[in-house]
């Protein structure tokens, strides 16, 4: 299997399907299926509008590919990305380094690797928080990577708390259908 670089993988033809590079191998999962894209949307909507009217960064959704490790050829699209106005710097024509919150939706085919490696690459990194939204159980649960304290979790009416936007104000079941 021929691994590639960072500059090399950058060099392919752009597209819009979800692709990653891992440690030097391009892995190309399928694209997700509706009800994931739909809480993508409604969420990137919500996140996006309270950036917006604050000030407070930048919010992106994926396929938007985030440099982790340059050296060792680790690129990762997470489903939605937020990075702070005072960090604005590291978004180039991609993101380079870590954002200060990502979120993933998790899918039966995702949920694993997204809870495990993609959850631990983020906590190396440096991400401050990662919203893993589980579509079945309708719940974000909020977890705040340099924290060993158990992350919380947020269904129904609750409002999401996060340490990285104090202002949200939505509850759980705003990004659910």
């Known amino acids: 299997m021929e691994k590639l ?6 060099r392919q033809p752009e597209t819009l399907r979800p692709m990653e590079l891992v440690y030097g191998v391009v892995r190309e999962p399928p694209s997700p299926r ?3 894209q739909s809480i993508v949307t ?22 938007m590919d985030v440099v982790l490790d340059e050296p060792a ?11 702070a106005s005072e960090r604005l710097e590291i978004i180039r024509d ?5 954002p200060d919150l990502v979120a993933e939706v998790l899918s039966p085919r995702t949920a694993v690797r997204d809870r ?12 401050r928080e990662c919203w893993l939204v589980d579509t079945r159980r309708r719940w974000v649960e909020v977890v705040a990577l340099q924290s060993i304290a158990a992350p919380p979790l947020f269904s129904g009416t609750q409002r999401i708390r996060s340490a990285v936007l104090p202002d949200w104000a939505f509850a759980a079941e705003h990004i659910f259908d």
């Open 5 to 10: 670089s960072v500059h090399e993988y950058f």
């Open 42 to 63: 409604r969420l990137t909507i919500l996140l996006g509008t309270l950036v917006d009217e604050r000030g407070l960064g930048r919010v992106c959704v994926s396929p």
């Open 34 to 36: 509706y009800g994931h």
């Open 73 to 83: 050829a680790l690129v990762v699209q997470p489903d939605i990305i937020f990075v």
């Open 116 to 127: 495990t490696i993609k959850l631990e690459w983020y906590r190396q990194y440096g991400v």
């Open 94 to 98: 991609r993101i380079w380094g870590p």
